[in-house]
C-alpha cells in the first residue's frame, strides 16, 4: 500500500508539473509573441510586466540559473515553431479567406449589392494595410470587430 502511494503521489506532481511547464511555455510564446509583434505604445511595460511575471514563475518554481535558460531556450524554440508554422499556414489561409469572399460575392444579386461589398472590402483591406504600417494602433479595433467574415471579436 505504501508503493502505490508513493506512485499515486509521484503521478499527482508530474501532472501537476506538465500543467505548470505548459503555462510557461504558453506565457513564454505569448510574451515573445507580443515582444516580437508591433509594438503598440506601451510596449516597453508590457514586455517588462511579461518578464517579471515569468521571472516570478521561474522564482515560484525554485528554478536555479540553469534551469532558467534551459526554460527559455525551450520557449524561444517554441517562438520559432509557431513562427515556422505561421510561414507555412499563411497561404492556406489566404486561399481559404478568399474562396470565402468569392462565395459571398456569389450570394449577392444585384450590381449595387456586389458594388457596395467591393467598396465595403476595399475599405477593409486599407484599414488592414494601415495596421501593418502603423506599429502602434490597436489591432482589436472596431473595424476588425464589426467584419462578418471573421465573426465578433471577444475582447
Not at 21 to 46: D, I
Not at 128 to 152: F, I, L, T, V
Request: hydrophobic share 30%.
Amino acid at each position: 500500500m505504501n508503493g502505490s502511494s508513493v506512485k499515486a503521489k509521484a503521478l499527482v506532481f508530474a501532472i501537476f508539473f506538465l500543467g505548470i511547464a505548459t503555462g510557461v511555455l504558453v506565457a513564454n510564446f505569448y510574451t515573445t509573441r507580443v515582444v516580437s509583434a508591433p509594438a503598440p505604445p506601451n510596449a516597453p511595460e508590457n514586455a517588462q510586466r511579461a518578464q517579471r511575471d515569468i521571472n516570478k514563475f521561474y522564482d515560484y518554481l525554485g528554478l536555479d540559473q540553469a534551469q532558467r535558460e534551459q526554460m527559455h531556450k525551450i520557449g524561444e524554440e517554441t517562438r520559432r515553431e509557431f513562427q515556422q508554422l505561421r510561414q507555412e499556414t499563411q497561404p492556406r489561409f489566404k486561399a481559404i479567406q478568399e474562396a470565402t469572399r468569392t462565395k459571398m460575392r456569389t450570394v449577392l444579386n444585384t450590381d449595387e449589392q456586389r458594388k457596395k461589398y467591393d467598396d465595403w472590402r476595399q475599405r477593409m483591406n486599407e484599414r488592414q494595410r494601415n495596421r501593418e504600417r502603423q506599429p502602434g494602433k490597436d489591432s482589436n479595433n472596431k473595424d476588425r470587430n464589426s467584419d462578418p467574415e471573421h465573426g465578433p471579436k471577444s475582447n
